[in-house]
């Protein structure tokens, strides 16, 4: 017998279930990683509903991570020139807490900022909003969900009354027709992918379309791969639309019944001729009729996207209008059907059940709903109007607000933004001036430490207790297993200290993570994440997926949130209601209805031009995670992926005389970056790719976010990281010397 856990990885949102054990096991040799260091045993929980025990290597490898560059004590300084010296936890809390009552009496609340990360568990998220919206009156949280999925979130709202993707994996194999469109599903959430490829290769009928500049491994799978040019997405969905509306494929008594606006769509969609259309895009005309027929001969379509489509200055109306083609053929609420985000990281999910984004509140409410607002105050037991009715400062904002001095303490936790932000150097230069940064992490040294006053160490996944969800809203419980390093604590530990000694004793008398979770499913009764059924006791038994509430755990799949819809039953009672939202074709909106929404195409908020000519887009590997602060110190992935690289195709390269290998130089109207070229025809002629994980201490001169721009969509705030116009040009310099510099750069850190 074995001392086994199971758990979830902390890395991306497709939530595999883990299986680890001790490092040492009776009659078995020690397992230890390349340098002698016991770690833990990972592999595939064969139990977990998400991924059936499959891992990938980023799961497979994590506990090799887990000792390495960890951060273990306070650490304090008066300026950013001076050196950090260790603390207690006492000094570094109290300084915190006085900074923070200086500020909020003297600039106001909406001068106190938290950026955090769906790295938090839900524990963790739930105290942060506590904290700041409820007992220090401001709405500036924000977390790097920002960057990944806040168009989805906005996109869904908008469009179906709620957040919460529809899907879940069981319709990856149900599917006829899978449309994947700005992801790379085979690098970025290889498990989901693996999953719907063996549908489709057992299942010869089934098509799968994928929509990405890039020939990526998702595309090679692809029975049809349409290389649009970047920022042509809108053109082609409404493309697409023109086509099945010419040829009658569409579900008039869906359209009728349970959705509106309709007529102001077909009167947008009919300015999208498929020639028009395939001229656009840059594709061929066959190509974009075979993507239409492929929907419309389907009865059960899935459309799978992630940042490609987020990550946009027209993020949220991309992501409206893919959900109008699943509206005007009726494939939402069903089996093997709908318009399914693919979440970015392992509980971003968990964050917006939370109320983690700066526009919206614990279980999918609004800060601008005042019924929203008093409901939350009531549970929290607050006064009338403690909750500020203005949306918070998104993520890009609050480097504005560093920028003018209207933000006065900034506290960064379990994200890493000085390479993860656009416009990095702007950015960079906005940290700078911060009058107080608090930086909450469990490795040390990061970019963004360079910019804190404060230190703090955080118990990271293994040594802390708590919640997270997954892209198909199933909730995993991820117990302790190993012991805390060094004097670290969980995040939600930290930010209820700090309440209890600004004052709010009361409102964070919590006795372990669980009497946080007891608390917070209480605030998703009635709403569409209603998760009132589930609870640690329950969760050890195995994942749950919600809606889950108390009383009928196996009811409210259809309509939860509190209005009456109006619209009739058009179909048959849903048959699994708890997989899948909106089984009874009714929505929460007022009228119950789905909304189409009618957008033109506007293109890249930076197009090319005569002096910036190509267009850069960026991107994850399969093996690394973000900006590598886990995955840079295991081996294996550094030999998968040891250096950034930019991805050219041979017509750009032969224009400049780029050879395979040759260091070229990008430059953008905002700065400038180095990498090795990757002469390939994967990319599109006119395109340039760079992966986003290099920060400043991992590759020289190689930060793709030095070069993108903060353009963001009007609705979500995410900005616009998968597209800018660069030039090119090779580097005059040895391509031996930097290859040097760059190597003993990383070896340093990979250590």
């Known amino acids: 017998m074995t001392n086994s856990t199971k758990t979830l990885c902390p890395y991306c ?76 936890w006492d000094e570094a809390l109290e300084r915190i807490v006085l900074q923070l009552q200086t500020v909020r009496f003297t600039q106001g609340p909406e001068a106190i900022c938290m950026y955090g990360s769906g790295q938090f568990q839900t524990e963790d998220y739930y105290i942060a909003q506590k904290l700041l919206k409820g007992c220090l009156g401001t709405n500036n949280f924000d977390a790097n969900s920002r960057l990944c999925m806040s168009s989805a979130v906005s996109g869904y709202i908008q469009s179906l009354g709620s957040d919460g993707p529809p899907c879940c994996y069981e319709d990856l194999e149900q599917t006829d027709c899978a449309f994947l469109i700005g992801t790379n599903t085979a690098e970025c959430h290889p498990i989901v992918f693996n999953r719907l490829h063996k549908h489709c ?46 040829w009658g494929k569409i579900n008039t008594l869906f359209i009728d019944e349970c959705t509106r606006d309709f007529p102001l769509y077909a009167d947008i969609i009919r300015h999208y001729p498929p020639e028009l259309v395939a001229r656009k895009c840059g594709i061929r005309l066959d190509e974009l009729e075979t993507a239409a027929r492929y929907w419309g001969d389907s009865q059960r379509v899935l459309s799978l996207w992630s940042m490609g489509m987020n990550q946009s200055s027209e993020g949220t109306a991309k992501v409206r209008t893919l959900i109008n083609l699943h509206l005007m053929t009726g494939t939402i609420g069903r089996p093997g059907s709908g318009p399914f985000s693919l979440t970015g990281q392992p509980n971003a999910m968990g964050g917006r059940e939370a109320g983690g984004l700066a526009h919206i509140l614990p279980g999918y409410r609004l800060v601008k709903n005042p019924q929203h607002r008093a409901e939350l105050e009531q549970l929290w037991g607050l006064k009338p109007g403690q909750i500020s009715p203005e949306p918070g400062l998104t993520a890009w904002e609050m480097i504005l607000g560093l920028e003018t001095g209207a933000v006065g303490f900034l506290w960064i936790a379990a994200t890493n933004p000085a390479v993860s932000m656009p416009d990095l150097e702007r950015t960079k230069a906005a940290l700078n001036q911060s009058p107080f940064t608090v930086y909450q992490d469990a490795y040390y040294p990061t970019e963004t430490a360079a910019y804190a006053h404060v230190i703090l160490p955080a118990a990271q996944w293994s040594e802390k207790t708590g919640t997270m969800t997954n892209s198909e809203r199933v909730v995993t419980l991820c117990p302790q297993f190993r012991n805390r390093v060094g004097e670290s604590r969980a995040d939600w530990e930290i930010f209820a200290e700090v309440g209890r000694r600004l004052g709010f004793t009361e409102h964070f008398d919590f006795a372990d993570s669980a009497a ?47 209005v009456l819809p109006t619209t009739p039953n058009v179909t048959e009672p849903a048959l699994t209601p708890s997989k899948r939202l909106y089984t ?102 006119g395109t340039l790719f760079v992966p986003m994980h290099w920060g400043a201490l991992w590759a020289a001169n190689s930060e793709a976010n030095t070069l993108t721009h903060p353009e963001s969509c009007p609705d979500s705030g995410q900005p616009e990281l998968k597209a800018c116009a660069v030039q090119l040009s090779l580097v005059p310099e040895s391509s031996e010397v930097l290859w040097e510099q760059a190597v003993e750069q990383q070896s340093i850190l990979g250590k």
């Open 516 to 562: 946080v979770h007891r608390e917070f499913v209480q605030l998703t009764q009635g709403r569409v994440c209603d998760m009132t059924g589930i609870s640690y006791e329950r969760l050890k038994e195995g994942p749950i997926q919600w809606p889950h509430p108390e009383e009928n755990p196996d009811v409210g799949a259809g309509f939860t949130d509190n």
């Open 13 to 88: 949102g497709v939530g595999c279930g883990l299986e680890v054990t001790p490092p040492a096991q009776l009659g078995q040799a020690t397992h230890r990683d390349s340098e002698g260091t016991p770690i833990w045993r990972v592999r595939g929980d064969r139990d977990h509903p998400s991924s059936q025990g499959k891992v990938c290597v980023k799961g497979a490898t994590v506990s090799e991570s887990l000792d390495k560059n960890r951060l273990k004590y306070p650490m304090m300084r008066d300026s950013l020139d001076q050196p950090f010296r260790q603390v207690s």
């Open 201 to 246: 290769k057992k299942n010869r009928k089934v098509k799968m379309i994928v929509v990405d500049p890039r020939r990526t491994p998702t595309a090679e799978a692809a029975d049809l791969h349409l290389a649009i040019r970047p920022g042509t997405d809108i053109d082609l969905l409404n493309g697409i639309a023109y086509l099945l509306m010419r």
């Open 584 to 685: 009874d074709w009714r929505f929460p909106t007022a009228d119950g209805r789905a909304k189409f929404a009618a957008y033109h195409s506007r293109g890249l908020a930076e197009p090319p031009d005569p002096n910036y000519p190509l267009v850069l887009t960026t991107g994850r590997l399969y093996g690394h995670w973000h900006t590598q602060t886990r995955t840079g110190h295991i081996p294996k992935i550094r030999q998968m992926h040891p250096q950034p690289f930019l991805e050219i195709h041979p017509r750009d390269a032969q224009k400049l005389g780029i050879e395979e290998g040759n260091w070229v130089e990008v430059r953008s109207r905002r700065g400038k970056s180095r990498f090795p070229a990757k002469v390939t025809v994967a990319i599109a002629p």
